[in-house]
């Protein structure tokens, strides 16, 4: 009884998720990517990156998947190399594949405030299911 009690406190559901699961990742530090001045107006950048790896922090395992970004520009845009910097700290992060996404959206936002951006992640299959996630951003 003791037992079902904690558990029912913690939150943890059947199959062992908890909010410790949950929350994973999401406020963990990483490299700031560094923007340059742009100097068009009116066009779109698509960021593919097709090797982006981080660990399922309930089962210790690595997600694999594709990682794009793409958004208007407004006064800056991402510098690549630190952008890849960026995406490889998530290599020893545990994080879902939905944290991670509207964790990338938020930094590039932080980073070169663009007029709009979309960042999706195509994550392969675990256990027959893959996932897509998509996360958006619109200047206000």
Same mark, same amino acid.
Request: proline residues 6%; hydrophobic residues 35%; positive net charge.
């Given at each position: !009884? ?58 210790? #395992? ?9 958004? !208007? ?6 510098? #690549?190399?630190? #952008?890849? !910097? ?6 020893? #992060? ?47």
């Amino acid at each position: !009884m003791k037992r079902d009690a904690a558990r029912r406190t913690s939150k943890t559901t059947k199959l062992g998720y908890n909010e410790r699961h949950a929350k994973s990742g999401i406020a963990a530090p990483l490299p700031d990517i560094e923007t340059f001045p742009n100097q068009y107006k009116g066009y779109e950048i698509t960021i593919e990156i097709p090797e982006y790896t981080a660990i399922c922090p309930k089962t210790n #395992l690595p997600d694999f998947g594709t990682v794009t970004i793409h958004y !208007m520009p407004d006064k800056a845009c991402l510098e #690549l190399k630190s #952008l890849k !910097m960026y995406i490889h700290a998530y290599r020893d #992060l545990g994080i879902f594949y939905e944290n991670a996404v509207n964790r990338i959206l938020r930094d590039v936002v932080k980073s070169c405030r663009p007029v709009w951006a979309t960042v999706t992640g195509g994550f392969t299959a675990r256990g027959g299911l893959s996932s897509k996630i998509e996360a958006r951003y619109r200047c206000q």
